[in-house]
């Protein structure tokens, strides 16, 4: 969503259009161009949400204590971006909260590989992935290169079976509901994108373990520590994996 909103903003504003837009889904901070001056400049309002890095990796050290050194994989391509290093930058300071100790790993083909090795992941216990959707699109390949080295992977998306714990708020649901009476209000009540409120979605965390990915004692302490910690729990037992979920 943020890259088709900047180019429809810079569009709509350049050629003085009055087409009205609902920007859906974009984490917060992460536009080029700030929400609130698009809505000045355009006939625009956002349904947004927030990435919630800080209390994503606070989970993941209260299911995985023992987590000392992890490795943070983006794409080198992405290292002249803002909204990356702003991830970055979130991402350490969280980790740096909970005292886990990183290295940052950037991929320069992500598409074939991830460059992994035995050298790059001595002392390493878990592999975080940036939210990138390059890197989370190949999650499941970097999740089999891992297994070879023993070294679980966490990510925030919550759609690769093949990654040992994800964390998400997946609020696309709540997110799409609000854009379609933000719609509704525009198209049949005529009021202006404009004038409708910017909202922030928060939605209740969903997380995934699948211990059939790491070894059992992993997956054993990891479902443990979930279960002590979360009030109420979701086990569903499909074929060869076992999914567990807070809702």
């Not at 080295?149 to 990654?163: G, K, M």
């Amino acid at each position: 969503g943020k890259f088709s909103t900047d180019v429809m903003y810079n569009t709509i504003k350049t050629r003085h259009t009055k087409i009205p837009m609902i920007s859906a889904g974009v984490p917060v901070g992460y536009n080029d161009t700030p929400p609130e001056i698009m809505q000045a400049n355009t006939p625009l309002t956002a349904v947004s949400t927030q990435l919630d890095w800080p209390e994503k990796i606070g989970f993941l050290k209260k299911i995985l204590p023992y987590a000392k050194n992890v490795l943070i994989i983006f794409r080198s391509i992405d290292e002249m971006s803002h909204n990356n290093l702003k991830e970055k930058n979130t991402i350490t300071a969280s980790l740096r909260k909970v005292h886990i100790a990183w290295k940052m790993h950037h991929v320069s083909n992500i598409e074939k590989n991830s460059d992994l090795s035995a050298q790059l992941l001595e002392g390493v216990d878990i592999i975080v992935l940036s939210r990138s959707s390059e890197i989370l699109r190949h999650a499941s390949r970097i999740a089999s290169e891992a297994a070879q080295f023993n070294v679980p992977v966490f990510s925030s998306d919550i759609n690769c079976p093949d990654v040992f714990i994800a964390i998400s708020e997946c609020p696309e649901r709540a997110i799409g509901i609000q854009s379609a009476k933000y719609a509704i209000e525009v198209l049949e009540d005529g009021v202006n994108a404009s004038d409708l409120p910017l909202k922030e979605i928060r939605d209740r965390k969903k997380i995934f373990i699948h211990p059939h990915t790491t070894s059992p004692i992993i997956a054993t302490t990891a479902i443990g520590n979930l279960l002590s910690h979360c009030n109420h729990i979701n086990i569903t037992i499909a074929p060869a994996r076992l999914e567990t979920k807070n809702s």
